[in-house]
Structures are given as structure tokens and as C-alpha cells.
């Protein structure tokens, strides 16, 4: 057996789904603040912050694995609170506007995570896809005959940004479900095998009895 590297293999956060995700879940943000709440308020600059954190959060710790699994742990829940804080800000906004927050069962949720979009972009044109479908087979049926009422013009038009912020809490519910796991997993770990100092007494005990 090859003797237990002092540090271990670590810094690939690029390939966990959970960083995938959750960086995906920060350009929907960035475009979703840009687009739809005033650049000057506190509340963009909060939204775009949090989604960051989640992002940068998962990447610090993923580096400091390698002689802290404490700090792994940590940094990882900071990036989970962090989409936390992002969840409620966007279900705020949703609630302030009278918009709707699909519920868990909405079959539109599913359709989002099987299109499987890996740029912020391809999740805009879902958004502008799901929006024609809305339009023509929403909630109340197929439109009636005839000209449309002013009234359901403002709410066809008023459809992007609840349909536009429900995706992004669709992203963000994966990328917290992943990190519930990753975090499981590292505390586990960290708990069956300890960390850096419990890695080094194990070298130094291996070493003096060669």
C-alpha cells in the first residue's frame, strides 16, 4: 500500500455538480437583478452578493480540503446559507408583486431540471419557451376567442419575471439539495477520519515504525 499522502488530493470543485449548479444559479441572478430590480437598490446588490457567496464558498473550501477538513466543512455551510438567504429573497419577491411561487408538485420544476441547461442563457430561453406555453395553456385553460382583455395582456406580460424567478428557485433548490449531501458526506468524514493534525500524528506514527 502506498503510504497516506500529508495532503491529500483537493481543489477540484470545478467538476462538483453542486459548484456547477450553484454558479449556473449566480448568472440567472446577475441577469434576473439586471433585468428586473432598480441596479441602485440595496436588495440587487444583496441578491448578486449571496449568489457569490454560494459560488465562492463551495471553491474556498474545496482548496483549504487539502490541510483543513474543519474549514471545508465550514466554508461549505457558509456557501449553503448563503443560497438560503438567496431562496428568501426571491420568494420575497414574488410575494411583495402578488406573483406565484410554484409549488413543490409543479410539473414545471421537473421540465426545468430534465432540460438540464448549463448556461445562464440557455435557462432565458426555457424562461421565454415556458412563457409561450403559459400564454396558450395556463392555468385557467386555453386563452377564449377574440381580442385580449387589457387585463390579461398585463398578466401574460407579468408571467417573465415570475416565471424567470421561479427558475432560479428551481436551480437553487438543486444546488442546496447537493450541498445537504456534500455537507453529510464531509462531516462524516471528518468525523471518521479527522483532519489535518489527526492525518499528521498517523504519518509520523506510520514513518517511526518503518
Not at 455551510?77 to 413543490?104: F, G
Not at 412563457?131 to 406580460?157: L, V
Request: hydrophobic letters at 35%; a positive charge; aromatic letters at 6%.
Amino acid at each position: 500500500m502506498e503510504p497516506e499522502p500529508l495532503i491529500p488530493k483537493h481543489g477540484g470543485y470545478r467538476k462538483l455538480r453542486s459548484f456547477q449548479v450553484a454558479q449556473l444559479a449566480y448568472d440567472v441572478t446577475v441577469r434576473f437583478c439586471d433585468r428586473y430590480i432598480e441596479k441602485r437598490s440595496r436588495t440587487h446588490d444583496q441578491m448578486v452578493q449571496a449568489a457569490r457567496s454560494g459560488v465562492q464558498n463551495i471553491a474556498e473550501g474545496s482548496k483549504a480540503s487539502g490541510t483543513s477538513k474543519k474549514m471545508e466543512l465550514k466554508l461549505t455551510n457558509v456557501a449553503r446559507a448563503s443560497l438560503e438567504e438567496l431562496k428568501l429573497d426571491y420568494e420575497d419577491y414574488l410575494r411583495h408583486r402578488r406573483l406565484t411561487l410554484w409549488p413543490e408538485d409543479d410539473p414545471r420544476r421537473k421540465a426545468l431540471v430534465a432540460r438540464r441547461c448549463a448556461t445562464a442563457e440557455e435557462v432565458a430561453l426555457w424562461v421565454k419557451e415556458q412563457h409561450g406555453r403559459d400564454g396558450r395553456d395556463g392555468p385557467d385553460g386555453p386563452p377564449k376567442r377574440g381580442a385580449p382583455s387589457m387585463k390579461s395582456i398585463q398578466s401574460n406580460q407579468s408571467t417573465y419575471p415570475e416565471i424567470a424567478a421561479n427558475a432560479a428557485l428551481v436551480l437553487i433548490g438543486v444546488a442546496c439539495a447537493l450541498l445537504d449531501r456534500q455537507i453529510e458526506a464531509q462531516a462524516a468524514a471528518f468525523t471518521e477520519e479527522g483532519g489535518f493534525t489527526e492525518r499528521l500524528h498517523r504519518i509520523r506514527a506510520e514513518r517511526r515504525r518503518r
